[in-house]
């Protein structure tokens, strides 16, 4: 589910709409449409047998539209590729030698699974 929020003020500044995703117990073959991955992502998946679950397509359209979005899932359910996939995708199209995305951790664990 994808919805997205209308600008609000917050500490007295204006906040841009962002979109909330929610996992609804929908499995990867949910995704009716094509993800749009990237050649090189697409074949990442398709090496492990996988298909992007739609709340990772979601947050991967929300990031090339430039938009902010927050995924709300249950564990275990990708929500760290999901967040990553915008990155991943951009750098796949662009491999320039520069910094591109900055991750800081808030768990040591999920350090590991980057």
Not at 47 to 76: F, K, N, Y
Not at 79 to 84: C, V
């Amino acid at each position: 589910m994808l919805q997205a929020s209308p600008h609000r003020e917050e500490n007295g500044n204006i906040v841009p709409p962002r979109d909330l995703i929610e996992t609804q117990g929908a499995s990867p073959a949910a995704c009716e449409e094509g993800p749009g991955l990237p050649p090189a992502l697409a074949a990442w998946f398709a090496a492990r047998g996988w298909e992007p679950h739609p709340h990772q397509v979601a947050m991967l359209e929300a990031a090339r539209a430039g938009r902010s979005a927050l995924l709300i899932a249950p564990t275990g359910a990708g929500k760290t590729l999901a967040g990553f996939l915008g990155s991943l995708a951009a750098l796949s199209d662009d491999a320039s030698p520069r910094q591109h995305t900055l991750y800081v951790s808030p768990l040591q664990a999920l350090a590991a699974d980057i």
